[in-house]
């Protein structure tokens, strides 16, 4: 499927819009960032931005961006491995464009920022220089790890949005090698320096364990954002923060799971929890914890009594709490094999009701 990224030197909306004729695409315009995307019918895509060049006004500000040519705009990118352009106009297609020497610190297998102020101007490039040596098996440049440790021990990682950190976060959990990036990242202290905040020393262990048990990106960004102190300036949904400080008071659920003894117990415990949350305590979790959270999301949620409210109406009983009430008892009792049938519901209701009337 396509999918390419192209820089143009000129007219960018003029040059979406021809592009979209060509590919038969849509093309979806943002004239303030001089950007845009064309998709095709095929359901591929290529992604346009006008060259430009940035000027930081204080660190780890957005940049302020203007036209510019294709050299200048190689000079903005992250790192020299990154600021390579391939020539696709007429004549000179496929000429390299390497201002920087990309190519020789691709073959070196090297991470190499491009100017010394490259972690003060955008602190995400220290998420992004251990992402890429881990991953490509690559080793961060001398000169540019020193400059890295000096931006960490500066804390310029915390003078990052919320919103933009944690997105770095979410990066790794999506990678392969998610739990040496983490490995990394704890080993140059960006934690602290970006939250204020150590994870508990048993967090990579727990982390690979979950990465082992094949626990997607997802999962394993909510157990990552339950080491972190819970900040309401957090850009997370209400799932998300929910699972994350479920995960976080764990051990108080697995203890009263190892507690419980009927089905019916283990449900009541288990159903106020995000499933995400208890995906990731099962994964945690010893075997017969492990077991009983599975047989729950496998099996005891979907369990719900044979009655509706309309059955307790016929009973003569008025609608009200008592019918919430009521149902919940009937599922508690299918749950422990004390009725089967809608015949044993009926009769454990009026003997309920009989019960409330004496």
Do not use: N, W
């Given at each position: 499927m396509l999918d390419l990224d192209l820089a143009v030197d000129g007219d960018t909306r003029r040059f979406g819009n021809e592009l979209a004729r060509t590919l038969d695409g849509r093309v979806v315009y943002h004239a303030r960032f001089l950007t845009?995307?064309?998709?095709?019918?095929?359901?591929?895509?290529?992604?346009?931005?006008?060259?430009?060049?940035?000027?930081?006004?204080?660190?780890?500000?957005?940049?302020t961006v203007r036209p510019a040519t294709v050299e200048a705009d190689l000079v903005r990118r992250d790192f020299t491995i990154n600021a390579m352009a391939l020539e696709i106009t007429p004549g000179r297609f496929g000429r390299l464009i390497d201002p920087h020497s990309g190519r020789a610190d691709l073959d070196?297998?090297?991470?190499?920022?491009?100017?010394?102020?490259s972690f003060r101007d955008d602190p995400t490039r220290v998420f992004r220089a251990i992402?890429?040596?881990?991953?490509?098996?690559?080793?961060?440049?001398?000169?540019?790890?020193?400059?890295?440790?000096?931006?960490?021990?500066?804390?310029?990682p915390g003078l990052l949005t919320p919103e933009r950190a944690l997105h770095e976060l979410q990066c790794f959990c999506a990678e392969e090698h998610a739990p040496r990036m983490f490995e990394a990242a704890l080993r140059e202290g960006l934690f602290p320096a970006c939250f204020e905040h150590r994870p508990s020393p048993d967090f990579l262990g727990r982390f690979q364990r979950l990465n082992r048990r094949k626990c997607d990106p997802a999962l394993l960004f909510i157990f990552v954002l339950a080491e972190l102190p819970d900040n309401p300036r957090f850009p997370v949904t209400t799932e998300q923060r929910d699972a994350a400080r479920a995960v976080r008071e764990r051990r108080t659920l697995v203890a009263g799971l190892a507690?419980?003894?009927?089905?019916?117990?283990?449900?009541?415990?288990?159903?106020?929890?995000?499933?995400?949350?208890?995906?990731?305590?099962?994964?945690?979790?010893?075997?017969?914890?492990?077991?009983?959270?599975?047989?729950?999301?496998?099996?005891?949620a979907a369990v719900e009594p044979l009655l509706r409210g309309h059955?307790?109406?016929?009973?003569?009983?008025?609608?009200g709490p008592a019918y919430r009430q009521i149902l919940e008892a009937l599922r508690?009792?299918?749950?422990?094999g004390r009725v089967r049938t809608r015949?044993?519901?009926?009769?454990?209701v009026r003997r309920t009701l009989s019960r409330s009337k004496d």
């Open positions: 845009g995307t064309v998709h095709r019918p095929d359901g591929g895509r290529v992604d346009f931005a006008r060259t430009r060049t940035e000027t930081y006004p204080k660190p780890a500000a957005l940049p070196a297998r090297l991470v190499r920022i491009l100017q010394p102020a992402r890429f040596a881990v991953r490509l098996e690559f080793e961060i440049e001398p000169e540019t790890l020193a400059r890295m440790r000096d931006a960490v021990a500066a804390r310029l507690r419980a003894r009927r089905p019916s117990t283990v449900c009541r415990r288990l159903r106020p929890v995000p499933e995400p949350a208890l995906r990731i305590i099962a994964a945690l979790a010893s075997p017969p914890v492990h077991a009983g959270i599975r047989c729950y999301l496998d099996e005891l059955d307790l109406a016929a009973l003569g009983l008025r609608p508690d009792a299918r749950l422990d015949a044993d519901e009926l009769s454990l």
